[in-house]
């Protein structure tokens, strides 16, 4: 294992709550650092930049003496007009952790590194994974199969066994983890965090739609789709609200693709936006939530979970 000096001793669980476009508020994020867990979001859901800095100073106010820490997703594409303006707010800040996205982290790694703060990185493959080891990240976030999002198709059987061979920094499995049990099962396979993020869209602090929690407890493993026609990037998600959006969802169909770039920027056309705002992201742990509880609840409810499943060894 390998946690990370920062984070050890820090957390009641060893559990990442995902970065979720337009799901992940100060809110969410002050709910999971309070309650123990790390709490994250991505800076583009901040707009314009200065809302970012605003949820930054509001964040850093609101958590308690002995939060846990907080993150920030950069989507480092070079489509991501706002790079260069969020990392300086980073900097400024002194985020603890920083979540690099679609892209290399390139320097980011020695900015972040230079104030003390840590660097995980999402891949979908060893490819991407050799990448970002190769340029400093300290750790690695393992998207697997069956994860909410911009998903990798890998096994977490075969995966995290083969990081674990080629990367000694920490290790964060993503995909369809949803109750403590699974926390508990990441870390017997040898990653050292769960990443969850479906299971934190349903919750009384997150700012998805009440539509979309609603659906998230109403579905099953067959209600997610695999597909690249919303945003042209594979990922999965619900197929009741692609129907909603007039996006047919059957496997091998010719699909209607929704204007949405990487950087995930304003077009000006309410068509559109309405369209991706309509398109509701989850993973196949879906199958697991029966309720919409607040973050409090839900993080004590892992702990029992986490802790009961540890007996059984």
């Not at 920490?170 to 769960?194: E, M």
């Not at 742990?285 to 839900?298: F, K, N, R, Y």
């Amino acid at each position: 294992m390998a946690m990370p000096v920062a984070l050890k001793d820090r957390l009641r669980l060893p559990v990442i709550a995902a970065p979720m476009f337009l799901v992940s508020g100060p809110k969410l994020v002050a709910a999971c650092c309070n309650a123990g867990v790390v709490g994250t979001f991505p800076s583009l859901n901040a707009r314009p930049v200065e809302q970012f800095d605003a949820w930054l100073d509001d964040l850093e106010a609101g958590l308690e003496a002995n939060a846990a820490p907080f993150g920030v997703n950069l989507i480092v594409h070079r489509s991501n007009s706002r790079l260069e303006e969020d990392t300086a707010l980073v900097v400024k800040h002194k985020v603890p952790l920083v979540i690099t996205s679609v892209g290399h982290p390139g320097d980011i790694v020695a900015q972040v590194h230079a104030y003390g703060g840590l660097v995980f990185h999402d891949v979908i493959n060893m490819r991407h994974a050799e990448k970002a080891i190769e340029a400093g990240v300290d750790g690695i976030i393992a998207v697997c199969a069956g994860a909410g999002g911009h998903a990798g198709t890998l096994n977490p059987f075969a995966f995290i066994p083969k990081l674990r061979e080629r990367f000694d920094g920490a290790i964060i499995l993503a995909g369809s983890l949803s109750d403590g049990r699974s926390i508990r099962a990441a870390q017997v396979l040898g990653a050292d965090f769960a990443y969850m993020g479906t299971r934190f869209i349903a919750t009384k602090e997150s700012v998805a739609d009440q539509a979309y929690k609603d659906m998230i407890v109403q579905s099953e493993m067959h209600d997610i789709v695999y597909t690249d026609q919303v945003s042209g990037i594979l990922g999965n998600f619900l197929a009741p609200s692609l129907k909603a959006a007039g996006i047919d969802p059957t496997p091998g169909a010719v699909m209607k693709a929704v204007n949405m770039d990487l950087s995930m920027r304003e077009t000006g056309d309410k068509k559109k936006g309405k369209a991706w705002k309509s398109i509701w992201s989850a993973g196949q742990g879906v199958s697991a939530i029966h309720e919409v509880p607040s973050v409090a609840d839900l993080v004590a409810q892992l702990e029992a979970d986490y802790k009961a499943s540890a007996r059984m060894d």
